[in-house]
């Protein structure tokens, strides 16, 4: 996501009884450096009473803000922060603060008592905010913001977004459970439901120059792909143009698919490889009906710009401080390792095509989940290194080396009861993460 296709509300607010002609300053400070990187509705003009704060509101009520920046330029009341919350209820709220200059006269902006104070107001009424306390150049201060941002553009895209469910998940794999009310309460995110059959009937009559043309793609791209069962393979690339069509109709986001064993014993193919270049366009995709795991997947894919994976963490190495994450053949192509040759290759326990395998790349990684192993909503949110290494085990997987250690992971897993899947996306993307569950109200479990 490029900050500049984030819109930020600015609302500078002030008392005329400090230092106007300091806080003016400090208020063109800040609006020039927000103004080179992001798209700002409202001027840098102070706000001091009731009418200039009604025509602020009004402006950013009108716009397609993704948050709004609420500058204490200098002190005033908690009034005019609360009335401006109470106003636009779904745009996250970020106070900024200004230090105070310590030398030894007057007080000239008091701006951190003027957050203190609408802090207060704010958590009594229930409305989530978070800070800054910096002068107007601070990078540390800046590279914040730029995560709220991206959080709140996040925490809107999720507002009225659909993920398709196909199926239902495995008997026994309570952890794809979906919770239709909560999702839709508590992150906005509806659930399509759609079966099985119906959707196999869709494949088998998939529009044949589709299909061919994507044939023709991974035939340049995967090493064996020419020996794989022809029938088999060529159910996979329509069950592929059949996703990308639904997806496309329902305007769906992401899906979510039960992938086994129907796929196997009523379209004789897997699914695996339809998921891959799926996910591989950025629209994520799940294996056993997991929609907490495609909306994981979806939020990496928009913090990231790149395609997300759901895996499972299959191993660990306790002296060597590493673990596996694995899956049949479902990760996208452009997690492939590039010294490595992508291979077409047949799901290890059913034997059918198509799957693909590689290593992952190596480099920076981010973990997490929207996990419901208490009951309750919560994100988990860990990192660590993918390293470069031979496949594991065939299908697609990598070796990773956690922030925490391979023995604090594998102890979260196990003590907290998390789900077996875990979504990964390349970069460093933690503390967006965290600003993002803030603003949804959930609480965090770091691994």
Same mark, same amino acid.
């Given at each position: 996501m490029k900050p500049t296709d984030i819109r930020i509300g600015f609302a500078p607010i002030a008392r005329p009884t400090f230092d106007l002609d300091l806080a003016n300053g400090m208020t063109a400070q800040l609006h020039a450096r927000l103004a080179q990187r992001y798209d700002v509705l409202g001027s840098r003009e102070l706000i001091m009473d009731g009418a200039a704060i009604d025509a602020r509101i009004a402006e950013l009520? %009108? &716009?397609?803000?993704?948050?709004?920046?609420?500058?204490? +330029?200098? @002190?005033?009341d908690s009034t005019m922060i609360l009335q401006l919350a109470r106003a636009l209820p779904a745009t996250p709220l970020l106070l900024w603060a200004l230090p105070e200059a310590r030398v030894s006269g007057r007080l000239r902006i008091n701006s951190f008592c003027g957050i203190n104070l609408a802090g207060h107001g704010l958590r009594r009424a229930g409305i989530g905010y978070d800070y800054i306390y910096a002068a107007p150049d601070d990078e540390a201060a800046h590279r914040k913001l730029r995560d709220f941002a991206i959080a709140a553009r996040v925490r809107k895209q999720l507002a009225g977004t659909r993920i398709g469910r196909l199926g239902e998940h495995?008997?026994?794999?309570?952890?794809?459970?979906?919770?239709? %009310? &909560?999702?839709?309460?508590?992150?906005?995110?509806?659930? +399509?439901? @759609?079966?099985?059959?119906?959707?196999?009937?869709?494949?088998?009559?998939?529009?044949?120059?589709?299909?061919?043309?994507?044939?023709?793609a991974l035939e340049a791209r995967l090493a064996g792909f020419d020996v794989m069962e022809p029938e088999a393979t060529h159910g996979t690339l329509s069950a592929y143009v059949a996703l990308d069509e639904l997806a496309s109709e329902e305007k769906l986001?992401?899906?979510?698919?039960?992938?086994?064993?129907?796929f196997f014993t009523d379209l004789g193919c897997s699914a695996c490889?339809?998921?891959?270049?799926?996910?591989?366009?950025?629209?994520?995709?799940?294996?056993?009906?997991?929609v907490n795991g495609t909306i994981t997947q979806l939020i990496l894919g928009w913090i990231s710009g790149q395609p997300a994976f759901g895996a499972d963490v299959v191993d660990f190495d306790i002296e060597a401080d590493e673990a596996v994450l694995w899956h049949c053949g479902l990760a996208p192509l452009s997690m492939a390792d590039p010294d490595a040759q992508p291979e077409a290759t047949i799901h290890s326990n059913r034997r059918k095509p198509l799957l693909m395998q590689f290593p992952l790349k190596p480099g920076r990684v981010t973990i997490a989940r929207l996990s419901e192993a208490t009951g309750e909503?919560?994100?988990?949110?860990?990192?660590?290194?993918?390293?470069?290494?031979?496949?594991?085990f065939t299908g697609t997987s990598g070796r990773i080396r956690f922030d925490s250690g391979a023995v604090a992971v594998m102890d979260a897993i196990m003590r907290e009861g998390l789900e077996h899947h875990i979504s990964l996306s390349y970069g460093d993307h933690q503390d967006v993460l965290e600003a993002l569950a803030r603003m949804l109200g959930l609480s965090v479990l770091r691994l």
């Open positions: 009520a %009108a &716009a397609d803000i993704d948050m709004t920046v609420m500058l204490q +330029a200098s @002190f005033a495995p008997d026994g794999f309570d952890t794809c459970r979906v919770s239709h %009310a &909560a999702l839709k309460s508590q992150l906005g995110v509806d659930v +399509a439901q @759609f079966e099985l059959a119906p959707f196999f009937a869709r494949a088998r009559a998939a529009d044949q120059q589709k299909v061919a043309a994507v044939r023709a986001s992401g899906m979510a698919v039960r992938c086994w064993p129907e490889g339809a998921m891959s270049l799926l996910s591989d366009t950025m629209t994520p995709a799940s294996c056993e009906a997991d909503f919560r994100l988990v949110i860990g990192g660590g290194e993918m390293l470069k290494a031979p496949p594991a």
